[in-house]
């Protein structure tokens, strides 16, 4: 009977053995510091320990990644990068001529990413023809919100039109509200001035000048119009915006301090963390003048090659969950944007992310969708920082004429290119 019972034991002890042997360490990079982007991350943390695997977090605050891109690039010097991390848009092809990325296709062609995923979004994720990455979501950029409170006090419409947002402006400041919450960080400055360039350029002066970055448009007089309305702009954002993060600026809006922020749709974590209800509490509307247009900014994980075993199929778990419909209630719930698998349910989605999903397929079925140059996904990381650059530098100089600032633009492009 004793000698029974061991070999059960043994057995069972047998059967638990892969589990053990296959759980594996994945180091994840990101920047989702943020109260409300914590709890995105935190889902996806819990959903892989529930398979086995152990989660080591490399979080590097700083709004828009720029200083976990200086982190990974020191890691990745010295030989030792982590088993994944956020790198979006082109900047993934140059990660991948680096020859450090893994590929993904047998876990891709498994769970059928071809198709669940929308074309054009699913190229970026690949390098030379294979998955390198996974993307986790689409976050829209032009948005405008509105704490709807302090509206109904000075008795406001939501803007549908840049003069509309101009006057609604004017009001709030005269009530003694910040009209605009804003940051102080060049990426801030150049999600306002791309939404600005949607709203004046158009679809089609938005892509002349961020993807195929054409001299004459980004010299053109509208350009310069851009330029004097993000100047305008400026005049109605509060003196101690400086150094301030993003969503810092969401809670003065929450806080009822400020009127509007122009912000991506991560704007709406934090009012959910806050427990805040969409369309009751806070209100999203589309970017005035950019309405029918979806700048889309999407979120990737992508995968450096390991050489662990463990820790490799840990890897490509991590890999899979994140496509599965789970995960993608729960990150996209948290972290303010839809999910990027179009055949998701919604119906436990809130009012933003429900319009998100239908302005995103709309603009995807008639040319609509426009990549974020603030949000790496429209050019390399040396046109975006050329651009911030110059944008910044505007923000912060009164006197420098617009017609200047779009020149300055042109030259600072050309010479990273
Ligand atoms: C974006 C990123 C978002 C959000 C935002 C603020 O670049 O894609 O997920 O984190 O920065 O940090």
């Known amino acids: 009977m004793k000698t029974i019972s061991r070999l059960a034991l043994g057995l069972s002890m047998a059967c638990l053995l892969p589990l053990t042997t296959h759980a594996g360490e994945v180091e994840v990079l990101h920047w989702w510091t943020s109260g409300g982007e914590k709890r995105a991350a ?5 959903l892989l320990e529930e398979k086995g695997h152990v989660w080591k977090d ?3 605050a700083g709004g828009g990644g720029e200083a976990a891109m200086t982190v990974l690039k020191t890691r990745a010097v010295s030989g030792n990068p982590p088993a994944a991390a956020q790198i979006k848009g082109p900047n993934i092809q140059e990660w991948g001529q680096l020859g450090l990325l893994a590929d993904l296709t047998a876990v891709a062609n498994q769970g059928q990413w071809d198709k669940l995923l929308p074309e054009q979004l699913a190229e970026v994720v690949k390098y030379d023809g294979h998955y390198v990455a996974v993307p986790l979501n689409i976050h829209r950029v032009n948005w405008l919100w509105i704490n709807p409170t302090v509206f109904a006090k000075v008795g406001l419409q939501p803007p549908t039109t840049l003069d509309e947002l101009f006057s609604a402006a004017d009001k709030l400041k005269a009530a003694g509200y910040i009209a605009i919450a804003h940051g102080g960080q060049p990426w801030q400055d150049g999600t306002l001035f791309e939404n600005l360039v949607l709203a004046i350029l158009g679809p089609e002066g938005y892509h002349k ?3 195929e970055q054409d001299p004459a448009t980004l010299t053109s007089a509208k350009m310069a119009e851009a330029f004097a309305t993000l100047r305008k ?3 109605y954002i509060d003196a101690d915006a400086a150094g301030r993060d993003w969503n810092a600026a969401t809670g003065l809006l929450i806080d009822g301090k400020a ?10 974590s934090e009012w959910t963390a806050a427990g805040k209800v969409a369309g009751k509490d806070y209100q999203c509307v589309v970017f005035p003048g950019t309405q029918g247009r979806f700048i889309y900014n999407m979120d990737s994980l992508v995968m450096f090659k390991l050489s662990n075993e463990a820790n490799r199929q840990a890897q490509d778990d991590l890999a899979r969950t994140v496509l599965e419909p789970k995960f993608q209630e729960f990150f996209n719930q948290n972290k303010g944007s839809i999910p990027v698998r179009l055949d998701q349910d919604m119906s436990s989605f809130d009012s933003c992310a429900q319009k998100s999903m239908q302005d995103f397929k709309q603009a995807a079925s008639n040319g609509g969708l426009e990549p974020s140059l603030a949000h790496d996904m429209a050019a390399s990381s040396y046109v975006q920082g050329a651009v911030f650059d110059v944008v910044t530098n505007f923000f912060n100089s009164p006197d420098m004429p617009p017609e200047k600032a779009a020149e300055q633009l042109a030259a600072a492009i050309k010479a990273v290119q």
């Open 209 to 211: 000048a961020f993807v």
């Open 58 to 60: 490399f979080a590097v």
């Open 42 to 46: 935190d889902t996806l943390q819990k």
């Open 259 to 268: 009127g509007m922020q122009i912000m991506g749709d991560w704007a709406k």
């Open 233 to 235: 702009l400026r005049s």
